[in-house]
C-alpha cells in the first residue's frame, strides 16, 4: 500500500488524501450534527473530552477492520470481487462497473462458519440501524426546531413531535428513491459516492468553521453567503458529475475532461478557498460584530480540568 500517490492518480492523489480528506473530516468531526450531538449529550465537559478521545483511537480500527478484509477479498476472490467483464459483473451483482461492494458480505458468507454468519449479519444490521437513526435524529430536529418553527412561530410541541416523524417518513421515501441513483453512480463504489459527495458538500461548513474560530472579523453576512456560494457551486458540480453514468470496466470514458481530470478531493480543496474568499470580502464589506458579543473560547482552559 503507497498512500503517496501521484497528484494526476485518478483514485487517491495524495494531495487530495492530505488536504481533501482533512477539510472532509474536519466537517465530520466537528460539526456534523450527527457527532456533535454525542458530544453534546455528555455529562460534562470531561465526558465530553473522553469520549472524543476515545472515538480518535477506535478510527485505527477501519484499516484493520475495512481496508485488510478488502484486500483479503480481492485476492481470494478475483473473478467476483474484482471482475473486468461487466457481463460478469452485471451477473454476479448487478452492476456493470465493478462488484467491489460485494467483497465484505462475501467474505462472511464464504468463510465464516453458519452461527457466525447470522452474529456477522446482525452486528452489520446493528451498525446500519444505528447510522440511519442518528441521521433521522439530526435531520428531524433541524428541520424542526431551525426552520418549521420559524415559519409557525407558535407551534406546539406536539406539532413539532408530529412534524418531526413526518419529516423522517419523508427522508426515508427520499432515501429508498435514491438507491438507484447510488447504484449507477461511481462505479458502484459505495465508499467513493460517499466521499464525492461530501467534497462536494462539506467544504463550505468546514471554511466558515474554520474562520469562526481563527478570525474574529468573520461576521453573519459573510458566513451566510459563503455557505449559499459554495453550495450552489457544490450542488454545481455533483449535478454535473451524476449526470453522466461511470463507464463499464474496458469502456471509453467520455464525460467532460473536468470531471474525469479533476478529482473529487481537488474539487473539495478549491470549494473550501472559493468558500473562505466570499466570507471574507462579504465580512469586510459589511458591518462587523460588536465586541460585546465576541467570546473568544481558549483550546484549553485552566479551569476544564475541573470540570
Known amino acids: ?60 480500527l477501519p484499516l484493520y477492520l475495512l481496508v485488510f478484509p478488502g484486500m483479503i477479498a480481492r485476492i481470494l476472490f478475483p473473478n467476483e470481487v474484482g471482475c473486468a467483464d461487466p457481463d460478469v459483473c452485471y451477473k ?56 418549521w418553527t420559524r415559519i409557525r412561530k407558535n407551534a406546539s410541541e406536539m406539532e413539532q413531535l408530529i412534524v418531526g416523524r413526518l419529516f423522517v417518513i419523508i427522508l426515508v421515501v427520499v432515501g429508498i428513491l435514491w438507491i438507484p ?18 467534497s462536494y458538500l462539506a467544504p463550505p461548513v468546514c471554511a466558515v468553521y474554520v474562520l469562526a474560530i481563527f478570525w474574529k472579523r468573520i461576521n453573519e453576512p459573510g458566513a451566510f453567503w459563503a455557505l449559499m456560494v459554495g453550495l450552489v457551486v457544490g450542488l454545481i458540480r455533483f449535478a454535473w458529475e451524476f449526470s453522466y453514468s ?29 468558500t473562505a474568499i466570499v466570507a471574507v470580502v462579504v465580512s469586510l464589506l459589511t458591518k462587523p460584530i460588536a465586541d460585546k458579543h465576541v467570546t473568544l473560547y481558549a483550546l484549553y482552559s485552566y479551569s476544564s480540568f475541573y470540570v
Request: charged share 10%.
Open 1 to 60: 500500500m503507497n498512500l503517496m500517490r501521484s497528484i494526476s492518480d485518478g483514485n487517491y492523489p495524495w494531495t487530495g488524501m492530505m488536504f481533501g480528506l482533512t477539510i472532509s473530516s474536519v466537517w465530520y468531526w466537528c460539526s456534523d450534527q450527527v457527532i456533535v450531538q454525542r458530544a453534546l449529550a455528555a455529562k460534562n465537559l470531561s465526558h465530553a473530552k473522553g469520549g472524543c478521545i476515545l472515538a480518535g483511537y477506535l478510527k485505527v
Open 92 to 147: 454476479l451483482c448487478g452492476s456493470r462497473s465493478g462488484c467491489t461492494n460485494i467483497a465484505y458480505p462475501w467474505l462472511v458468507l464464504e468463510l465464516m462458519p453458519h452461527a457466525a454468519r447470522g452474529l456477522m449479519m446482525a452486528v452489520m444490521m446493528s451498525a446500519l440501524m444505528s447510522s440511519l437513526t442518528s441521521i433521522f435524529n439530526s435531520s428531524s430536529t433541524i428541520f424542526t426546531v431551525d426552520i
Open 181 to 198: 441513483v447510488i447504484q449507477a453512480s461511481k462505479g458502484s463504489e459505495l465508499f467513493v459516492y460517499i466521499q464525492s459527495i461530501t
Open 246 to 274: 461511470s463507464p463499464a470496466c474496458g469502456e471509453e470514458d467520455t464525460r467532460p475532461n473536468i470531471i474525469t481530470n479533476m478529482h473529487y478531493l481537488h474539487f473539495g480543496i478549491l470549494l473550501f478557498f472559493i
